[in-house]
């Protein structure tokens, strides 16, 4: 079944020089990537992504984390893999969550770490299921970045709204 999934390199991916590295990995699947962007992530979008981990202790961390104010880069790499059983083989390629946990051979045992926080540093974040895949590329992308048509749209008009264009 052709499912998408959200995949973020996360900001110790980008300052540890891991872009070309994880994107080979992920093109070992031949999933297809149907959408992609450099994003400097807001306070907002961060406590979003992660809602369901608001009551944890690490959480404040965690959004410090994905804001990439502990690795002085402020943004991530968005993209979205499409195609055949998605999430789950590149989840299968990130690894466990906890890096330590993770096979060796996995995307987050390669280059994860536990800082001394107790923050999992795992430098991908993959969407763990279709619910979530489909409310994290909501989140992250608007329909006309994403060039297959994974969810129903709307037309929108708005008149009065403003907006950053080419000088
Ligand atoms: N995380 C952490 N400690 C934990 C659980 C999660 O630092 O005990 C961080 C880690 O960076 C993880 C993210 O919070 O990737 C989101 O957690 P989730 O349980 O959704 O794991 P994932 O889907 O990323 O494997
Ligand atoms: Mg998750």
């Given amino acids: 079944m052709n499912q998408a999934v959200l995949i ?3 900001p110790d991916g980008l300052k540890k020089s891991l872009t070309g590295n994880i994107l080979t990995r992920l093109s070992e699947t031949k999933l297809e990537i149907v959408a992609a962007k450099m ?3 807001s ?5 979003s992504h992660y809602q369901h981990l608001k009551d944890k202790p690490f959480f404040p961390e965690l959004i410090k984390y994905l804001k990439g104010e502990l690795h002085d880069r402020l943004k991530v790499m968005a993209l979205i893999y ?5 999430i789950k083989r590149c989840r299968e ?3 466990a969550t906890n890096p330590e946990e993770a096979d060796p051979t996995s ?4 280059y994860g770490r536990i800082t001394t926080k107790g923050l999992y ?8 299921n279709e619910e979530d895949a489909c409310r994290e590329i909501k989140l992250w992308f608007d329909p006309p970045e994403i060039i297959v ?3 129903p749209t709307k037309e929108e008009i708005c008149r009065e709204c403003r907006k950053q264009g080419w000088a």
């Avoid at 306070?43 to 406590?47: G, I, P, R, S, V």
């Fill in 107 to 110: 995307i987050r045992g390669s």
């Fill in 149 to 151: 048509d994974l969810y």
């Fill in 39 to 41: 994003v400097r992530v």
């Fill in 93 to 95: 390629l990130a690894g």
């Fill in 82 to 86: 499409w195609g055949k059983d998605a």
């Fill in 8 to 10: 973020l390199i996360k």
């Fill in 43 to 47: 306070d907002e979008l961060a406590k």
């Fill in 121 to 128: 540093e795992n430098v991908i974040h993959v969407s763990s």
